[in-house]
């Protein structure tokens, strides 16, 4: 069974520097990937995704996302964090069904938090 | 262009109540998943329709379960609420040949 794992509960970095999040995933096959951000009280918004080809991702809000076979890994950057990038990151594996349709597995959560 | 949308958004119940979740999928969507998710937890899979029929399910009890209309929004239901129920309910609308899902703000269920 697929798996992702988020081994930072907690991180916190200086508005201005780099953030690098991480995750890690098991998956028998190609994996599809996707980083979610959640702020309080709120839904999941898609920020980036991974199919297939290149191998570093662009998403919105000016992150990145690479993805490395060799290591199950498929970690979360951005330069320079901005204040409001304060929220709960989310990674997940999606599972594609026969005949159609698909799940995410979602990682538990890293919860940025941005010193001013 | 509407996003997902989800009611209501807050709710208590009492154990061994029932409850009914009601979610509209973004606009040319014709899938919708939910998902529960935990206090500090990342959302668990719980179903996903689509063509009116439940097709996929998660490690979730037959207390839970759903519709889908011909109209493609959706509905979750819980039987017998517990304790261990109380958790935020997201409902994520995708196209059936899709990879990508858009989640809506959620319901959060208190049971007391």
């Known amino acids: 069974a697929q798996s992702v794992t988020q081994p930072d509960i907690h991180i916190t970095v200086s508005e201005g520097a780099s953030l690098e999040l991480r995750c890690n995933y098991s998956y028998g096959a190609t994996p599809y990937l996707f980083w979610y951000v959640q702020s309080p009280g709120q839904g999941l918004q898609l920020l980036l995704k991974y199919f297939s080809g290149d191998t570093l991702v662009q998403g919105i809000k000016g992150f990145e996302a690479e993805f490395k076979r060799s290591q199950s890994s498929f970690n979360l950057r951005k330069p320079s964090v901005h204040w409001s990038d304060a929220a709960e990151y989310f990674c997940a594996v999606g599972l594609t069904f026969t005949g159609g349709g698909n799940k995410l597995t979602f990682g538990t959560g890293t919860q940025l938090k941005v010193e001013l | 262009d509407a996003g997902v949308t989800q009611s209501p958004t807050h709710l208590i119940k009492t154990r061994g109540q029932q409850v009914t979740l009601r979610c509209s999928p973004k606009?040319?969507?014709?899938?919708v998943s939910w998902y529960q998710q935990a206090l500090g937890q990342g959302p668990q899979f719980i179903f996903q329709y689509y063509e009116e029929e439940e097709r996929q399910r998660g490690n979730f009890p037959d207390r839970f379960s759903g519709h889908q209309f011909p109209n493609y929004s959706s509905e979750l239901n819980v039987n017998a609420l517990l304790l261990g129920d109380s958790a935020l309910y997201l409902c994520?609308?995708?196209?059936?040949?899709?990879?990508?899902?858009?989640f809506g703000p959620g319901t959060r269920l208190t049971v007391t």
């Open positions: 994520a609308s995708s196209l059936r040949t899709g990879y990508e899902q858009y």
């Open positions: 606009s040319g969507h014709d899938t």
